[in-house]
């Protein structure tokens, strides 16, 4: 008997659709189906995949209306932010299929004087399988990340969408299976709670994406290192911004502005989002007053709403209690809540909560919130800001505002972070060429720009003899005194270099 689970609306509660619980069996299956679709991908060469990839881009592109109404059904995020997550989904997607080629083929590289006489190339061949465990957040632009590069690497993929907002990957295969018929089968999904996605981590895959807490993926870290597969790893984030000092009241303004769209879109629920601020002295007070003001005008409400939300419920709903701990233990701890309080979180939504004067070892400043709440403290100057910054388990995303580029160039290169965006926030989101990732808590590897192609392709290296050298030390046919004048050559070499 197969058993199945219900998707919830985050924002009414109400059914939105049923799916089946795939078993170990039915997994297994998905994974070999995908890599026997795999075989003819790799047939397909370079032009060819990247044909099917557009193709399956345009049929996307059609298909955005349905997409960003399963992602807000899903979410319960508002459709206008749902429609944004499929434009950023098709930007990257078409930036794979143009590039792969470029990035992942053969080409030359120096033999060395050691081995002047071998031709030495470099290339990448596809890993095989990849296994994508997807997230709640983002439903389609997180996965496609792994997904559509992995896919323009030569891959197969099974994809295991959050339970939470399934839907959206059960889309995908369908759409690639009807835009591509001729690959059909190397796309699939697979849906069903934690379990599935053990079993899929299990089922002989080359390589794991995954993305959520870091507590899961520690689980599904040790999963994999049982057969050594490899693991790449979004774990979530504690991002930054830093405000410098002398900013005018304009450029003041637009750092507030994009600062509380970083910390409330989509509900705060960004693993890149803004969470702490760190603003010099002589702007703290400024920008706090300037970010109330804006916080404060924001509105909370149903997908269904549409234009009128500015963000939508909490996808999770056991995150309200992480919000309502958080801000309730910075205020004991003697934060002050200039806008909202533990009070801002009510089922299904969260209002925008501002906080000041965070103690550094309240759970606000050191564990991911996950919510509409920015906490904002004060800093004597911009080295004690990237200090603060970089005092973290988690190292995702930043971003830095400041007098001039050079300065925030500056900032930026002390900062730990991935990725960091001067003068706005999450920037480089939507530049494909740019890689994302982290590290610490926040995971290891890359998605995205060509690291992205090339953590799901293995390198793969030749030589080719040009001619016989002088003293083969690869031959037992060389004389021992030729052989011994030849090590003594590169020994004088390298000694006088």
């Not at 995150?319 to 309730?328: A, D, F, I, N, S």
Request: with cysteine; net charge positive.
């Amino acid at each position: 008997m197969t058993s199945s689970f219900a998707c919830l609306s985050p924002s009414t509660g109400e059914q939105v659709a049923e799916y089946p619980v795939a078993t170990e069996a039915e997994v297994r299956a998905a994974v070999a189906g995908a890599r026997e679709a795999a075989a003819g991908w790799r047939r397909a060469g370079p032009g060819g995949r990247r044909a099917a990839l557009l193709a399956f881009k345009r049929a996307l592109a059609r298909e955005t209306d349905a997409l960003a109404g399963a992602i807000a059904a899903e979410t319960g995020k508002p459709v206008h932010d749902a429609r944004t997550e499929v434009i950023l989904t098709l930007h990257h997607l078409d930036w794979a299929a143009r590039n792969a080629h470029r990035v992942l083929r053969r080409r030359r590289v120096p033999s060395g004087a050691l081995a002047v006489h071998e031709r030495a190339v470099v290339g990448h061949r596809p890993l095989g399988v990849i296994g994508v465990i997807g997230p709640w957040n983002y439903p389609l632009y997180t996965p496609m990340g792994s997904i559509g590069y992995a896919l323009a690497a030569g891959n197969g993929v099974v994809v295991k969408p959050s339970e939470l907002a399934p839907g959206v990957a059960v889309r995908l295969s369908r759409v690639f299976d009807a835009a591509v018929p001729a690959h059909a089968g190397l796309l699939r999904t697979v849906t069903g709670l934690a379990r599935t996605g053990e079993s899929l981590a299990r089922a002989g895959v080359d390589k794991v994406a995954f993305t959520g807490s870091p507590d899961t993926a520690r689980r599904v870290a040790a999963v994999c290192a049982e057969t050594l597969t490899p693991v790449l790893v979004e774990g979530g984030g504690k991002d930054a911004a830093i405000v410098g000092p002398g900013l005018g009241r304009a450029a003041l303004e637009r750092a507030a502005e994009a600062i509380v769209w970083g910390a409330m879109a989509n509900a705060g629920q960004t693993c890149a989002g803004v969470e702490r601020v760190y603003a010099v002295k002589d702007v703290h007070e400024r920008l706090v007053q300037l970010l109330i003001r804006r916080a404060r005008r924001l509105e909370p409400g149903a997908s269904g709403r549409g234009e009128a939300a500015d963000y939508g419920a909490m996808t999770l709903p056991s995150q309200l209690g992480t919000v309502e701990y958080h801000v309730k233990e910075a205020v004991t701890a003697g934060a002050r809540a200039l806008l909202g309080g533990p009070g801002s979180a009510q089922p299904p939504y969260v209002r925008p909560v501002v906080l000041v004067d965070v103690p550094e070892d309240s759970p606000a400043m050191c564990e991911e919130t996950f919510g509409p709440v920015v906490a904002v403290n004060a800093v004597a100057d911009l080295d004690e800001a990237v200090q603060r910054a970089n005092d973290s388990p988690y190292a995702l995303g930043a971003a830095v505002f400041t007098r001039t580029r050079r300065e925030g160039l500056a900032v930026a290169a002390g900062l730990r972070a991935g990725a960091v965006s001067v003068g706005s926030v999450l920037g480089y989101a939507a530049v494909p060429a740019l890689p994302f990732g982290g590290s610490g808590l926040s995971g290891y590897g890359r998605i995205h720009g060509a690291e992205g192609l090339r953590a799901f392709a293995a390198p793969a290296s030749v030589t080719v003899r040009r001619f016989h050298p002088y003293a083969d030390l690869t031959s037992f046919a060389t004389p021992r005194a030729r052989a011994a004048r030849a090590v003594e050559l590169a020994r004088r070499l390298h000694a006088l270099r």
